[in-house]
């Protein structure tokens, strides 16, 4: 094969599977036709802890064409523990915990039935609610997914006590909940005494894993089909317990089992961002070079299974302060488990290590920028190794000159009629890993290429990057290069996950499409045998946020007129789909700014804010002129591609960017997120 390079990579492509999407032709988990399924409504618990005494499915049962109701009395078996181990017996551990399932000949009827199920319990004491003093805290082995609880380097608390300006604040983040366009759902099938399942995932093969073990199931009687998903955010990136239940309904009565988590269930059984704590307290010189960072970290799991958050990560990374601490602490409370969502740890930890920076810079009178330029380091602090690449500081530069940061002015010095208007800053960085994944690639008779691999298009793209990756590794047109994803029986390969997709599954396409061009028609690659020969490398990617804000004088409402990131993220494969991660990154960033926050009533146990009246994500009116572009950079550590993950670090920093222009508009710091109206009235 003697080919010129298609230069594939670097195109703006347009989606391949985009006019299929827009047609409606795309099949989404819950949309396969499947000959003689039933539909499935969940039952969930309305109390957070305690236990079913007596459950009455008379009147359910009732309800024509409904075929049966699941509970712990006739569930069968689960494997494991934690969140996959539903209907395992009476205990309740939260409030809107799986309890059972209505089975119907409709949608319909299951939903119906479903409010007819009686439950009595035996109603325990819960306790929900996060505290610093919560005498439940305990130091996890480690946080997600494996970094180290707690890190110290050097004598902080002497640097403390020795340093010429101090920063110590607390600062706080709300649980927050993923909210998808397409709602978790799943199709089980029993054929044959193995299951097939159509389910909304970030990961076919992890989700058939994870499946498979919950019902005791050797792995291949186990198939998970996930074509297209329209998004996840991390919210799909384990199997979450509907799908264990929709197997669970299908056993019962034989037949396939449809089950669409609920708009309002989604807000228990998909995971959340947990709510934090975060002390940080930072020491300098008078010329702002950083002496001493500490990052304290409070945050809550369940009382079925651990998930640490790994918040203060970024502190350990980001700058260059000789004496550094972080700490994370968690209490079990009677809550869902918190679980991934958009950059979980980076992104709230820098909401409070930036916000404090700016506070730094106000403390040091010297330009937020500058100060972060100060103490750019040399080398991971943390590892003591080189960086892969690094381009913090030219993409601060960058988006000062674009965005016109040398006309900011004095906090609460800038006036337009009613509104006070200010600029804001922070830094950006997320982990650049990749994990070993298979791919199958075949050169067929009528000259086009067929590739294989187990990845998934949550809606970032991937389907269509990884053709353009193909199709350069082949030299060869787009045209020619078909990509199958979404099926378990692939193989192995990573997630959508950690902003490790594209990373991982591309370098696997390289390597099989590198066989085909050794001449043979077919090859099977695992990446997991790669050894990694280069020297040991911190690999990041890095980024600016800069914000422009108005707040009302009157009404305290807060506005964002203008947004812009600036990103080093190695090699750019599509600017298209690119550019869309960074903006969807950005706009989740100012949404949790200004909007996200799950609320908990300590009255009832459970979370009040249930739906997307009540939990405000974004619409166009409130994201204004956004914009996101990137440096000129490429990272031959990282992957064969010279790419870095992209899917997360738009949203890390934009919230404290958001917070810090609140204060340059205003004078006025808020702490707490999200930026409230009410947390500025009367402090104007
Ligand atoms: Mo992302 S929270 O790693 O799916």
Not at 622 to 627: C, G, L
Request: overall charge negative; glycine content about 10%.
């Amino acid at each position: 094969m003697t080919v010129a390079p298609s230069r594939a990579i670097g195109a703006p492509v347009d989606r391949v599977e985009g006019a299929e999407k827009v047609a409606g032709e795309a099949r989404y988990a819950y949309e396969h036709d499947v000959e003689g399924a039933v539909y499935a409504a969940i039952v969930t618990s309305t109390i957070a802890r305690g236990a079913i005494r007596a459950i009455d499915a008379g009147a359910a049962l009732a309800v024509t064409g409904v075929l049966a109701v699941l509970t712990h009395e006739n569930a069968g078996a689960v494997e494991g523990e934690g969140e996959l181990a539903i209907l395992q017996s009476p205990r309740v551990s939260y409030r809107g915990q799986i309890i059972g399932a209505v089975i119907a000949e409709t949608y319909e009827a299951a939903r119906e039935a479903e409010r007819l199920v009686r439950i009595d319990y035996d109603v325990e004491e819960h306790d929900v609610v996060l505290r610093a003093d919560h005498p439940g805290l305990y130091k996890p082995d480690k946080v997600n997914p494996s970094f180290p609880t707690d890190t110290e380097e050097g004598d902080v608390d002497r640097a403390l006590e020795e340093a010429a300006v101090t920063v110590d604040e607390t600062y706080t983040t709300p649980a927050e909940h993923n909210n998808a366009m397409e709602p978790h759902a799943t199709i089980a099938i029993w054929e044959n005494g193995g299951l097939t399942l159509y389910d909304s995932n970030q990961g076919a093969f992890r989700a058939r894993q994870t499946i498979a073990d919950a019902l005791g199931l050797p792995h291949d009687r186990v198939r998970v089909i996930s074509h297209h998903v329209g998004g996840g955010f991390g919210s799909k990136g384990l199997p979450r317990p509907h799908a264990v239940l929709a197997a669970l309904a299908a056993r019962l009565v034989d037949r396939p089992v449809k089950i669409a988590v609920t708009r309002q269930q989604m807000f228990t059984l998909t995971g959340y961002r947990t709510p934090t704590i975060q002390r940080v307290h930072l020491g300098a010189q008078a010329d702002g070079t950083l002496t001493a960072i500490a990052h304290d970290v409070f945050e809550q799991t369940s009382t079925i299974a651990e998930f640490a958050e790994q918040t203060a990560v970024v502190s350990r990374m980001l700058y260059a302060a000789p004496n550094r601490r972080t700490s994370h602490r968690v209490v079990p409370l009677n809550v869902p488990t918190p679980s991934w969502m958009r950059a979980p740890g980076e992104c709230p930890g820098m909401f409070a290590l930036e916000s404090a920076m700016d506070e730094l810079a106000i403390a040091c009178g010297i330009d937020p920028i500058e100060l972060r330029i100060r103490n750019e380091p040399e080398i991971d602090p943390e590892s003591g190794n080189r960086f892969s690449t690094r381009n913090l500081v030219a993409c601060l530069r960058e988006g000062a000159e674009r965005f016109g940061w040398s006309e900011r002015t004095e906090p609460g010095s800038r006036r337009d009629g009613r509104w006070l208007v200010g600029l804001g800053v922070a830094s950006s960085t997320y982990p650049a890993r990749r994990a070993p994944s298979t791919a199958y690639a075949r050169a067929e008779a009528d000259g086009t290429y067929t590739i294989r691999i187990a990845a998934a298009d949550i809606g970032t793209g991937a389907r269509t990057v990884l053709t353009q990756i193909a199709a350069d590794t082949l030299g060869v047109s787009l045209e020619s290069v078909c990509v199958e994803i979404g099926d378990s029986d692939y193989g192995q390969a990573m997630l959508a996950g950690g902003s490790m997709g594209t990373s991982s599954w591309g370098a696997a396409v390289v390597k099989a499409c590198r066989e085909l061009r050794t001449g043979k028609d077919e090859a099977h690659v695992d990446t997991s045998v790669d050894a990694d020969a280069d020297e040991p490398l911190a690999k990041h990617a890095f980024g600016a946020q800069f914000v422009e804000v108005r707040v009302n004088v009157d009404t305290c409402e807060i506005r964002v007129p203008r947004a812009l990131g600036v990103f080093a993220c190695g090699r750019i494969i599509n600017p298209k789909t690119a550019r869309s991660q960074f903006l969807g990154g950005m706009t989740m960033g100012v949404s949790m700014a200004l909007f996200e926050e799950t609320v908990i009533d300590p009255s009832i146990g459970g979370f009040v804010t249930q739906d997307l009246a009540t939990y405000h994500v974004p619409v166009n009116a409130d994201i204004e002129e956004i914009e996101a572009t990137w440096i000129d950079e490429v990272d031959p550590h990282v992957n064969p591609m010279g790419s870095k993950g992209i899917g997360e670090i738009g949203i890390v920093g934009t919230a404290a960017a958001v917070a810090n222009a609140v204060h340059n508009a205003t004078g006025v710091r808020v702490r707490d997120l999200p930026v409230r109206p009410d947390r500025l009235i009367g402090r104007l």
